[in-house]
């Protein structure tokens, strides 16, 4: 099995020993279920997480903007325009993928 050596600051490291004392793991056990979690290996872990609060993000605005739509068409499409630039501005946004 390969093996890495890392250095942490203190106060890292303290947090590790903590968190791994609290689930009852040894710390390479831990760090590497920290490590599984983050690169998106355990499914309901740090990356299942965000994608939840993204689907629901994601339902409410569309919810919102059928809502608005409705009521003020100009408004729904000022939102849209400043949504679009503040995606292209923050490189989220492809300028060929631009219309929303």
Sequence with gaps: ????NIRLKDA???????????????LPEYVRDILDR?????AGGY???????????????????ASVGTRRPDILQKG???ARALLLERG?????DGAL
């Excluded at 989220?92 to 060929?96: G, I």
Aim: net charge negative; hydrophobic share 50%.
């Design 38 to 42: 983050f690169e998106g290996i355990d």
């Design 12 to 26: 890292l490291h303290g947090r590790l020993v903590a968190g791994a004392r609290s689930a009852r793991l040894s």
């Design 92 to 96: 989220l946004l492809a300028p060929e």
């Design 1 to 4: 099995m390969p093996r890495i």
């Design 80 to 82: 849209m325009d400043d």
């Design 47 to 65: 990356h299942g997480r965000f994608d939840e609060v993204q689907a629901t993000l994601i339902q409410v605005f569309a919810i919102l903007a």
